[in-house]
């Protein structure tokens, strides 16, 4: 087997493989002692399939994401009881699940281009195996975790159109959370209805929050050395804690009788150039959480200038009023 290891003196220990990969996936699900949470395309190689089942039912939690299509509906893999399935299917017809990853034990991530199927055998491909970098083993973990909530939710999503007179185009809800001040902490929570089309922009309504940051844990940040390596420990913790605040933060809008589809905050994009030269802020506002369904309409940030959206309206209210 071709393989090289790029760990150097780190605690990590980080191998590449161009040859004999199935063997070398197989060999790490054999390996496991806790867990294999897989999410692949297509995963049609019956010795990978009887591998999985193996440690299924040995009592190992086994969880596999795929594309839903033709292809992986026909694999007698989907049929054992001891694996939870995930079939995705995108909301846009010509979208595709085509992640290629698996992490095994919460402590070791496979990925790379190689698919999991019969014909990948015969391309050049290759295969990243990265055991505890605990930081890139949590955003595998949470990329996982949010590709199960769309097959959880993605039944039941709503596709919003625009309130727009006229416009009958596809639109999307974002709650901002304003920047606090004062003893208390006061700030103005308030929700905005965009046209993902022509951009429309529309205030959909607002209260007022103290401590609405400490309550939903955004404040709370480990002070650690640069030295530090995370641990499994600490990982597991991390993860947990940012999605315990990704629910507060929609229950928040949803004790406010409305669904959002992303939670942001309004930012200083250039706030060095301010600070050393006295320049004019300009405004941009920073995603804090995006529904997975709409994450390929929703940026992650949006800018002055950015489509024509009157962005000066959310910066007045979320950024000036206090």
């Not at 200038?305 to 979320?318: E, K, P, S, W």
Request: proline content about 1%; charged content about 25%; glycine content about 4%.
């Amino acid at each position: 087997m071709r393989s090289w290891d790029y760990s150097g003196n780190t605690k990590e220990f980080v191998t590449a493989h161009f040859e004999n990969i199935r063997e070398k996936i197989k060999e790490e699900i054999l390996k496991a002692k806790e867990s294999i949470r897989v999410c692949v395309a297509w995963v049609s190689l019956r010795d990978i399939h009887e591998a999985l089942v193996a440690r299924a039912s040995e009592g190992l939690v086994v969880e596999v994401i795929y594309n839903d299509d033709l292809k992986n509906r026909s694999l007698s893999l989907i049929s054992c009881e001891n694996i939870k399935f995930y079939p995705i299917k995108l909301r846009y017809y010509y979208g595709l699940m085509h992640n290629k990853f698996c992490v095994i034990d919460e402590s070791v991530v496979i990925t790379g281009s190689f698919n999991w199927s019969k014909r990948a055998g015969s391309h050049f491909e290759n295969c990243v195996v990265i055991r505890d970098n605990f930081e890139l083993t949590r955003r595998f973990l949470q990329e996982f975790y949010d590709i199960v909530s769309y097959f959880s939710e993605a039944r039941a999503a709503q596709v919003n159109t625009c309130s727009h007179s006229g416009c009958r185009c596809e639109s999307f809800k974002i709650g901002i959370l304003g920047a606090e001040s004062g003893l208390y902490g006061e700030s103005t929570v308030g929700i905005w209805e965009i046209c993902s089309k022509k951009h429309h922009l529309s205030f959909v309504g607002s209260v007022d929050a103290v401590h609405i940051r400490a309550h939903l844990g955004l404040d709370e940040e480990c002070e650690v050395d640069d030295d530090y390596r995370l641990d499994k420990s600490a990982m597991k913790y991390q993860l947990s804690r940012e999605r315990d605040c990704t629910l507060k933060m929609q229950q928040l809008f949803l004790d406010m009788n409305v669904k959002v589809d992303a939670i942001g905050t309004v930012f200083v994009t250039n706030a060095d150039d301010t600070v050393n030269w006295s320049a004019e802020s300009e405004f941009g506002v920073s995603m804090l959480w995006r529904n997975i369904y709409h994450r390929k309409t929703i940026p992650e940030v949006i800018s002055d200038g950015d489509n024509d959206i009157d962005l000066a309206r959310i910066v007045n209210m979320h950024y000036y009023s206090n």
